[in-house]
Nanobody
Framework: QVQLVESGGGLVQPGGSLRLSCAASENIFSIDVMGWYRQVPGKERELVATITSGGSTNYADSVKGRFTISRDNAKNTEYLQMNSLKPEDAAVYYC???????????????WGQGTLVTVSS
């Protein structure tokens, strides 16, 4: 069974920073594209940022200049550095892998279970 596990969520004051991590289970050989998405109750899940295995990145306009996505291909781990956090950034943040390869198969996409980010004073 393949898994992506997020960590690093929590409570932060407006203007503060958090760093999220997403680690892949050991049976995952490689992941083509990794991304972060977020969702608040009553709204659709939305893209935050993506990064390819080659390092190409894409960001939602709402986080450009404040968030930075990165990854360690050797560890199949991705990160999201979130700075200058705003109350509207509060959400459950999900990690997603596209093109997730094990020694036996390729999964089109795999989602993590989510980590809660709360931005409040």
């Amino acid at each position: 069974q393949v898994q992506l596990v997020e960590s690093g969520g929590g409570l932060v004051q407006p203007g503060g920073s958090l760093r999220l991590s997403c680690a892949a289970s050991e049976n995952i050989f490689s992941i083509d594209v990794m991304g972060w998405y977020r969702q608040v109750p009553g709204k659709e899940r939305e893209l935050v940022a993506t990064i390819t295995s080659g390092g190409s990145t894409n960001y939602a306009d709402s986080v450009k200049g404040r968030f930075t996505i990165s990854r360690d291909n050797a560890k199949n781990t991705e990160y999201l550095q979130m700075n200058s956090l705003k109350p509207e950034d509060a959400a459950v943040y999900y990690c997603k892998g596209v093109g997730v390869r094990t020694s036996r198969t390729v999964y089109l996409e795999v989602w993590g279970q989510g980590t809660l980010v709360t931005v409040s004073s």
